[in-house]
């Protein structure tokens, strides 16, 4: 289980970024030193028409792309609406922060402190994972996805 100390951050842009923009600033926080996890969040984007009357057909989407973070290939299913991070102390806040306000110049952003993820295992964590599940997968699960979250280590 994740220790409940860690202090927790949400960025939110004002508007959802896209694929060059959202990569641009994952690998500017990626290059921080004291982020544990880190979680991008946003409104899915489905391979298929899920309802509708062209429920089955193909959904081309040009933020459907992947992106390089840190020598790691991700292809984005969702647009990026926010970005959700679990630091080390308080210390990488405002570090977090200077990044941000250097980042964010064209459009504004939120940088909110508060609990956006999961502390301690859920049913879903477990049923994906097992008893024994990695501590920094926890509450990083979505229970609709076959796929497995995207785990980049850094060196630092």
Known sequence: MTNAAFPQLRIVPVRMLKPETAERLLNMLADVAGIRRMMIHGPGLPKVVPYGPARGSPNPHS????I???????????????VILEVEDASVIEEVRSL???FFVEFPYLLQEGRFMKTAPTLVDYAKYGPDADTSLIGLTDPRNGESPVVIRTKQ
């Open 63 to 66: 933020d459907r792309k992947a």
């Open 100 to 102: 941000c306000d250097g």
């Open 68 to 82: 390089r973070v840190a020598d790691a290939e991700i292809a984005l299913r969702v647009q990026v609406g926010m």
